[in-house]
């Protein structure tokens, strides 16, 4: 709290006027953080054509929201050694929970309608899964060196995509 307190030219006391603790204060970032990234997630989907079109804009959405805000984001979502998980204190709140919802059934809805009734049971399982593709390989290139191996931020919201649309198979076929 120190740390963040000289970060904003003031003191601790006042951040713990606010927020009780470090918990406290990455609860209430967390609330507006996520609640901020569900509407550009939402927003960039609306204006798609087609489920894969809204899960490009979903992806490259987050992606753009994680990469400007790179330590608000390590700040609301990882954890840090020897203290309580921030998804702890953002769990707690609701909003985590919320926030998963809301996406599952951003990306459900669409599918939904693409797909059919009959194929409810994908629906309900795929949505989740995507949302850990998305979240774990998208953590790994923020926190992959800049280089002329890194893709840029579009690249790699087009191949997460084409990952979730289409599997490995593509890329394993053509490296035989």
């Known amino acids: 709290m120190e740390d963040i307190a000289s970060a904003a030219g003031t003191s601790k006391s006042v951040f713990y006027r606010y927020f009780r603790d470090k918990a406290g204060l990455q609860q ?6 996520l609640g901020q990234m569900q509407r550009r997630m939402q927003e ?3 204006s798609a054509q087609t489920p894969r079109e809204g899960l490009f ?12 805000s790179p330590h608000v984001y390590a700040f609301i979502t990882r954890l840090t050694p020897g203290e309580a998980s921030a998804q702890d204190a953002i769990a707690a ?13 951003m990306i459900a809805t669409p599918m939904r309608e693409y797909l059919g009734k009959e ?6 399982y795929w949505p989740t899964a ?10 790994m290139w923020l ?32 490296s035989t």
């Open 119 to 124: 194929k409810e049971a994908v629906i309900v």
């Open 143 to 174: 926190g992959s060196p800049a280089g002329s191996g890194k893709p840029d931020q579009e690249s790699m919201a087009a191949q997460i995509t084409d990952w979730l649309c289409l599997g490995i198979a593509p890329a394993l076929k053509t």
């Open 44 to 46: 960039a989907a609306q």
């Open 57 to 68: 804009a979903m992806v490259s959405a987050y992606l753009q929201m994680a990469e400007s």
């Open 130 to 139: 995507a949302i850990g593709l998305v979240r774990n390989a998208g953590e």
């Open 93 to 105: 709140s609701g909003a985590l929970g919320n926030f998963f919802e809301q996406i599952t059934e």
């Open 28 to 33: 209430a970032m967390g609330e507006v953080v």
